[in-house]
């Protein structure tokens, strides 16, 4: 997958979708949710933040359904879901990084410059309530991924490029 992942992560090309070989298909079929085979064929689907790519999720294809519009259209959602959540989580970083810059800020130079302290205390205020909300509603949509994932009859894993399960569905 290496050539075919940086490929996806280089283009942010969607939804390359692969042949799976029988070395990428083995294990136990039994221990997977109601079906008695492996996928043959595979998506790859970059996670892109505003900052450029963070992850890459390869999912099998259900080998019991086609891969129409209709399924194109759902790994299409799944990919927008899993980007938007990614550029939050980015900027909850950048926000992060920006209150506790204006806090040092505040601590260093809080004789000389109270103006600018007070300046400072008002931004990471306004910085920890947006962060707040947005903490809320990325809890909100992780939620609701999770929900939809757990439930879908369809394997989902999330894998970071150098090879790290974050997540995987039964």
């Known amino acids: ?13 969607t939804n390359l979708k692969l042949e799976l070989d ?10 997977h949710r109601g079906f008695d085979e492996f996928p043959s064929k595979a998506v790859m689907i ?7 790519p963070v992850g890459l999720l390869v999912m099998g294809l259900n080998p019991r ?17 899993l980007c938007a959540n990614a550029d939050r989580i980015t900027l909850l970083m950048l926000e992060k990084q920006k209150a506790m810059e204006a806090e040092e800020l505040r601590m ?8 600018q302290v007070d300046v400072a ?3 990471t205020a306004f910085l920890k ?9 990325l809890k909100d949509s992780e939620m609701l991924f ?12 999330v894998v970071d490029v150098s090879g790290e399960i974050y997540f995987a569905n039964d």
């Open 65 to 81: 359904r086609p891969y129409d519009e209709i399924y194109e259209n759902w790994i299409q959602l799944l990919r927008r879901e």
């Open 22 to 31: 029988d070395a990428m298909r083995e294990g136990d079929p039994d221990k």
């Open 46 to 52: 970059p996670i892109l933040s505003s900052v450029g």
């Open 1 to 13: 997958f290496a050539d075919e992942a940086k490929w996806v992560l280089e283009n942010r090309e």
């Open 121 to 123: 205390a008002k931004k």
């Open 129 to 137: 309530s947006e962060l707040e909300e947005r903490t809320k509603q």
């Open 108 to 115: 260093t130079e809080a004789e000389e410059h109270q103006m």
């Open 146 to 157: 999770m929900t939809t994932a757990k439930r879908i009859k369809v394997g989902i894993m």
